[in-house]
């Protein structure tokens, strides 16, 4: 059983320990949590959660360990991970959002820690590694980064389309849920579209996943470009991409290649809305009655991530490889 610890216990710190919790433990071992949060904070915001709603089990806090049903896992309050003895730790899920320098992500080593996970994207990692992209890079890397929702949604789909038919070139937008960079007033940010209020507009921007799609998939770089537009739900985005590819297709063909694959990417036959597919576990869900093929050759391809629920799943699946390597 390997043993893992998880540093920073916001969105993807609580939603993988929920993960965890309800059924994706197989060979991991959550033995603690670092947050600079009140340790009863952590515990009532695990148990009460504004979009997955409230744990189905027993949450309780016993001064400073956390109980969920059987399991009992000690909380932390450490503004610096270096600082805990992470001594037996085989793997430390970094979930601060901080990790972006070589400092602070060897912090969880130079503590103890086997090898480090950031749940972000990273230039201090020595991998960025993606399920069903670039797995197949996974060693010995110290630090691995699990890149972004987005990322994780759009490079195993460009990967299957590039590796069935050639992909050429291409243009994806994630229609993608707001998240904490945003304020919920207009409030100064680091560029003027973010600093407006996240519940009331429409707001096109960036998406990391443009320059992380060309490091994970590196020879297919700058044939897919993307941007983003933040729309004013709580959970669950989207990614509509449009490719060409080398070899003419049909509509039919796209479908039976996806209804070929499982756990990374799934398919909806089903005409669903965005709340539909929250807590959905897979990297990808394509709605199939969207796909689109036009006479000049354009595909159009429609999926739901759940970018909370299915990027812990991933780190969840990602931290059994690292921690089996």
Known sequence: MARVFINGFGRIGRTTLRAWALGRRNGLDIVGINDIAAADLCAHLFAYDSVFGPFPGAVTLDGDLLRIDDL????????????????????????????????????????????????????????????????????????????????????????????????????????????????TIDAPRDDMLRSRAAGLSMVPTTTSAQPLLNAVLPDIAGRIEAAAVRVPTASVSAI???????????????????????????????????????ARPESLIVSLPETRVTAGGLVRIFGWYDNEWGFSCRMLDVARLITQN
């Open 72 to 183: 009992t896992i000690p909380i932390y309050r450490s503004a610096d991970a270096g600082q805990i003895d992470l001594g037996g730790v085989d793997l430390l899920l970094e979930c601060t959002g901080k990790a972006k320098t070589r400092d602070i992500a060897t912090r969880g080593l130079q503590a103890g820690a086997g090898r480090v996970l950031i749940s972000g994207p990273s230039d201090a990692a020595d991998l960025t590694m993606v399920l069903g992209a670039n797995d197949d890079l996974l060693a010995d890397q110290p630090i691995v980064s699990n890149a972004s929702c987005t990322t994780n949604a759009l490079a195993p789909i460009v990967r299957l389309l590039d590796d069935t038919w050639g992909l050429r070139t291409g243009w994806m937008t994630t229609i993608h849920c707001y998240t904490g960079s945003q304020p």
């Open 240 to 278: 509509d991409l449009t490719v060409t590819l080398d070899t003419a297709i049909s509509c039919d063909q796209v479908h039976d290649l996806i209804r070929q694959q499982s756990g990374i990417i799934g398919h909806t036959d089903k005409p669903l809305v965005s709340s539909d597919l929250r």
